[in-house]
């Protein structure tokens, strides 16, 4: 009977998981995990930690027990998988434990980054990506002494906790390096009309300034310096910058590893027997064919099912994935499709009537990446008109699309534009 390891337990393993039974329901199987919890979204932590979720809905497939049986699988919450040799696929536990297996899934996921910069008042700051984050943000709301506060991260990440911190009367200032917010995702005039609202809010806005410092002011005050020399004081700093896949046991086991641990259509990485799923993983950007690390949600349960069900000796496969985030904060939903460094012809349409803004770009008379501010019921059909563009070169958008597409506000002509101008422009 053959006995397989998966180490990390979020959507990629527990996907992978899944993959595994569908395929082997004997098989042994133990999951490896260096946290108590179950799988959850680390996009639904500020949720919780605003009381707009409930502790439950934070795992979307239940509890580590449940789980265990349903899928007659072993769950090792706690546990610290700090070795690994490829060539016996091999684990070592913290303490010591050794254990082979038939073959090993990371699934490691993906940690906040921060810059090695003088900080003086750690304690005074908090990131936004796990379970612990949003307990410690829920902690310091409830305490009731933030009085002002500094989120560095113009992310979806940071967004999220500005609202936060925003909707429980917190003035904040959100600071970014870059020239406007979500630099990663937005085009600059979808970008400046997310600005003009924040500010309209009471949000106060510093870009183009990067974090140089976080110094010790007064006996409670923290103060964040930026590279232009700006002092921002604040009670609380939300560091939210960034990611890095958690790629460690692959290095020390010596695998191939670029930003995130190197893998193949099929999930494998470059030891037999061993593949990766999810944030800690390099995906294929289909726009340019180009090793990516692709941290959505969705495109970590495509790649754990694909590790899982290849493990097991069926065949899957997953090509890769555009860019793309979803994301709603200020009663604003913002969708932006494709990479937003592709330069191009721009295109933008405008209904104020249905509140509706898009900015796009056509590189080569093809649709290369859109951004939306509005109605998020347009947002399947144009990433699959984007996807269809990858793939087939033209893909003219079906007649019922159409139809919905101008039901939400869209016009012909600005449609036929997203379509490459076959009729015009």
């Not at 059909?381 to 990858?390: E, F, P, S, T």
Request: charged share 20%; with cysteine; aromatic share 8%.
């Amino acid at each position: 009977m053959a006995a397989y390891a998966i180490i990390g337990f979020g959507c990629a393993g527990y996907h992978a998981l899944t993959a595994i039974r569908d395929a082997d329901t004997e098989s042994t199987i133990d999951i490896y995990s260096e946290h108590p919890d179950p799988p959850y979204n680390p996009m639904l932590t500020t949720y919780y930690a605003s009381n707009r979720l409930r502790y439950e809905g934070m795992f979307p497939f239940g509890n580590s027990e449940d789980i265990a049986f349903t899928f007659k699988a072993n769950v090792f919450s706690n546990t610290r998988v700090t070795g690994l040799n490829a060539a016996d696929r091999e684990i070592t536990l913290e303490d010591g434990t050794r254990r082979r297996y038939d073959g090993i899934v990371l699934a490691t996921g993906a940690r906040s980054f921060t810059p090695p910069i003088t900080n003086e008042c750690p304690e005074a700051c908090i990131s936004m990506r796990t379970l612990d984050n949003a307990r410690d943000l829920k902690r310091r709301l409830e305490h009731g002494d933030i009085t002002r506060a500094v989120v560095v991260g113009a992310s979806m990440a940071g967004i999220k906790v500005v609202e936060v911190l925003h909707n429980n009367g917190i003035p904040t200032t959100l600071a970014d390096m870059a020239p406007h917010i979500f630099p990663l995702a937005a085009y600059a005039d979808t970008a400046h009309r997310i600005e003009k609202s924040l500010s309209a809010q009471g949000v106060s806005l510093k870009f183009s300034a990067g974090l140089k410092a976080i110094r010790k002011g007064t006996e409670t005050e923290t103060i964040v310096e930026c590279s232009d020399g700006t002092l921002l004081p604040a009670d609380l700093v939300g560091l939210c910058i960034g990611t890095r896949a958690n790629t460690d046991l692959a290095v020390q086991a010596g695998l191939a590893v670029g930003r995130g641990i190197t893998v193949d259509p099929s999930m494998a990485t470059s030891a037999p027997g061993i593949y990766a799923a999810g944030d800690c993983c390099e995906g294929c950007n289909l726009q340019n064919g180009q090793p990516q690390i692709i941290g959505l949600w969705a495109n970590a349960a495509y790649q754990g099912y694909t590790a899982g069900a290849n493990m097991c000796g069926s065949r899957q496969s997953f090509s890769g994935n555009i860019l793309h985030n979803i994301t709603h904060f200020f009663g604003m939903d913002f969708i932006g499709f494709g990479d937003n460094r592709i330069q191009g012809e721009k295109l933008s349409f405008e209904n104020k009537e249905r509140d509706l803004w898009i900015e796009a770009v056509r590189s080569d008379g093809r649709l290369a990446g859109i951004n939306i501010l509005g109605s998020y019921r347009i947002s399947g059909i144009l990433k699959n008109h984007i996807l269809g563009i990858i793939q087939n070169q033209y893909h003219p958008i079906a007649d019922m699309q159409r139809g919905i597409l101008k039901q939400e506000g869209l016009s012909e002509e600005f449609i036929l534009q997203l379509e490459g101008g076959r009729h015009g422009n």
